[in-house]
């Protein structure tokens, strides 16, 4: 089935369904408050766990696009800022990129976004884009690009660049713009949608996973691809959700 979301309230087709992912986010939002209190024993701390991991599991099982609302849900409501480390490969105008790895400062409001290449950087060695505050003369948005390389830095500072401009193209499928793990759940929730309309949605909860030391939620869902210019991104795409955060960590699409 296929979740909804109205005035903040999960509604799903089936009641008891609808039940368990509110409990989910219930529990989410309870085990994090709980954790981070000053008296939590080891013994409760498990078995708060355990409880919360059984109902995940549940929702997981019934209703794999369920859990993604209930995730995006969250976040909305808890997350307004974070660092991480991003890592990347992807196919750009029929071409394999190296993979790349940024170290990533995030902000929700402004919508902010701060990379700085760590490995195999391309033209770009840092990129900053903060929404609103820069746009060119036909009002398209705009980033602070510091280049890559010393000698080019010796000459100039930084620039600004168009965000979705014929070099950003060339760099990555995704606008800078569009970075996030909101952003991440809504592409992925768009096309879930997109494909269920059309009864062409395959999507499912495989089992228990890690990713980078991390347990997870293993998702795959796959769609009747045809091009980059057919209707769907990906033909089979693969979700890491973080058990803890109901994040996701790893998206991996072919």
């Known amino acids: 089935g296929i979740g909804l979301v109205q005035d903040d309230v999960l509604v799903f087709p089936g009641q008891e369904v609808a039940e368990a992912a509110q409990l989910l986010v219930e529990r989410l939002d309870a085990r994090r408050q709980f954790l981070s209190g000053p008296r939590a024993g080891v013994d409760e701390v498990h078995e708060q766990g355990a409880a919360f991991d059984m109902t995940q599991e549940f929702v997981a099982e019934s209703d794999p696009v369920g859990v993604f609302r209930a995730a995006l849900a969250g976040y ?35 919508f902010s976004v701060n990379m700085l290449w760590v490995k195999n950087e391309g033209k770009a060695r840092r990129a900053v884009y903060v929404e609103g505050w820069w746009t060119g ?19 100039v500072d930084d620039v600004l660049r168009p965000i979705d401009g014929p070099e950003a193209k060339k760099a990555a499928r995704r606008r800078i713009d569009q970075f996030g793990f909101a952003n991440s759940l809504r592409l992925i929730l768009k096309y879930c949608d997109l494909s269920a309309e059309r009864h062409e949605l395959d999507v499912r909860y495989v089992g228990e996973a890690a990713l980078a030391g991390r347990p997870t939620y293993l998702f795959e869902r796959r769609l009747p691809y045809t091009n980059e210019n057919g209707l769907y991104p990906d033909r089979l795409l693969v979700v890491h959700l973080d058990k803890e955060y109901l994040l996701p960590t790893g998206c991996i699409a072919y």
């Open 76 to 110: 909305e409501r808890s997350v307004h800022d974070y660092t991480c480390t991003f890592e990347k490969q992807e196919r750009v105008g029929g071409r394999l990129t190296a993979e790349q790895v940024t170290r990533v400062k995030f902000r929700e409001k402004l």
């Open 137 to 155: 003369e036909r009002g398209e948005k705009l980033a602070v690009v510091e280049p890559a390389g010393a000698i080019a830095r010796l000459f």
